[in-house]
Each structure stands twice: as structure tokens, then as C-alpha cells.
């Protein structure tokens, strides 16, 4: 039987999962021959097993064999896209992505005080959309600018905000929350979701699977990304 320590299991558990998959497969084998012989040795000899018995077992037991060869494709397969996935998570290194979030950050350019910057967000949309209303609130949960979008495509969109609340003012420094409101032509709900923008720091994997450190944007998944920027 082939034994694998916790350190191999973590550092390939492709590799684990497959020595496991072998060692049971082993070890049912055994079982299965030891089990007939034992039939054809103490079995009566006048009612003795006929040839559709041990031919229906050891069917049974090629069937099982059948099976454990595709599970151990299916794991080749496997790997080769945890190998795809990591390569292509790791170009993402530097790059500014789209994930769920409602979180948006105002600053001052440091060369010009009157101009605002701001970390950039976008919607996510299920459906066509005719009217889409932004809310951005400041930490006292006071609205500060609602930024009215027409005649939406379904799907990703950016979205642009110029620091300035609704009456034109520069809003002070912070973090804000966005909100979105989204209707069709019937002025029915539209299923919409607001994302948030963060740069990849790093890629780690981990029993998640892969993840992204976006800094004070957070950890995510490589599964949550909307939109490469």
C-alpha cells in the first residue's frame, strides 16, 4: 500500500488524490481474488459455481477497474486546469480588475487640489436595462451624487464619477458606498451588481482555490473577476 504524508497531500493533492485512488483500487483487487478463491475452494462439490458466476464476478470487478481508469483521467484533466488556471492568474499580477464590492475611494491629486480622483467601480447587469440610478453615499450614510444611466446593455460597464457631489462640490477625502437601481422599459426590476475596482497584488492557492490580494480591496477569487482593466 502506498502511504503519502500530509506534506506531499498539501503540496500536490492532484498527485495524493490519485496514489489513494490506486492504493483502494489495490486493495479491492485483493480482496475480490481472495474472496473467489476462497468460493472455489469451499464450495460444494455438488452444487459447484458455474462459469456465468464467476464470469458475472469478474465482470463486476472489470467494470470497477473501468471506472477507477476514468476517475484517474478525470484527474489528469483536472490538473492540467489547476496548471492553466494558475498561469493565468499570475499574469493578472499588476493589473487593476472588476470584482463584487460597493466600495469606492475619493483623493485629492496632489498636484492640483480642486481635482478629485477616484477608485473605479462599474456595474454588472443580468438583463438589458433602460434606466440605472448610482447612489453614493459618504460614511453617515447621506447620499452625495446619484448618477443617472440610460439604455444599459446587459453586462459589465464601467462607470465614471468625478469626485463632485450633486451640487457640484469637491466631496472630502474617504471611502464611499455605491448602490444600484436598475429597470427595463416596463419599469420592472432589473437584476444589477455593483463591483468594485482593485489591483492584484499577488495570486496564493489555497482549499478555496485560487485567490487574489487586492490589497485594501481584499482577497477574492479568480472566479469573482468581472472585468480585466
Given at each position: ?6 506534506t506531499d497531500a498539501a503540496a500536490n ?217
Open positions: 500500500m502506498t502511504t503519502v504524508n500530509g493533492p492532484m498527485n495524493y488524490a490519485r496514489q489513494q485512488n490506486n492504493s483502494l483500487m489495490a486493495e479491492t483487487q485483493d480482496r475480490f481474488l481472495t474472496l473467489l478463491i476462497t468460493q472455489m475452494q469451499n464450495q460444494d462439490p455438488m452444487n459447484p459455481m458455474d462459469n456465468a458466476q464467476v464470469t458475472s464476478q469478474i465482470a463486476q470487478m472489470s467494470t470497477v477497474q473501468g471506472i477507477q481508469d476514468l476517475n484517474n483521467t478525470l484527474l489528469a484533466v483536472s490538473g492540467q486546469l489547476d496548471v492553466s488556471q494558475s498561469m493565468q492568474a499570475a499574469s493578472l499580477i499588476g493589473k487593476n480588475v472588476l470584482v463584487p464590492g460597493n466600495k469606492v475611494k475619493v483623493g485629492t491629486d496632489p498636484e492640483d487640489s480642486s481635482i478629485k480622483s477616484t477608485t473605479g467601480f462599474g456595474v454588472d447587469l443580468a438583463a438589458p436595462a433602460h434606466r440605472v440610478v448610482v447612489s453614493i453615499t459618504d460614511q453617515a450614510g447621506r447620499v452625495v451624487r446619484q448618477l443617472e444611466l440610460e439604455d444599459m446593455k446587459l453586462g459589465v460597464h464601467d462607470v465614471q464619477w468625478d469626485g463632485l457631489d450633486d451640487a457640484g462640490n469637491p466631496v472630502p477625502d474617504g471611502a464611499y458606498t455605491t448602490k444600484v437601481e436598475a429597470l427595463d422599459t416596463e419599469g420592472k426590476a432589473v437584476n444589477a451588481e455593483m463591483l468594485t475596482s482593485g489591483k492584484v497584488g499577488s495570486v496564493s492557492y489555497s482549499t478555496k482555490g485560487l485567490l487574489l490580494d487586492l490589497g485594501l480591496a481584499g482577497t477574492y477569487s479568480l472566479l469573482d473577476i468581472r472585468k480585466i482593466m
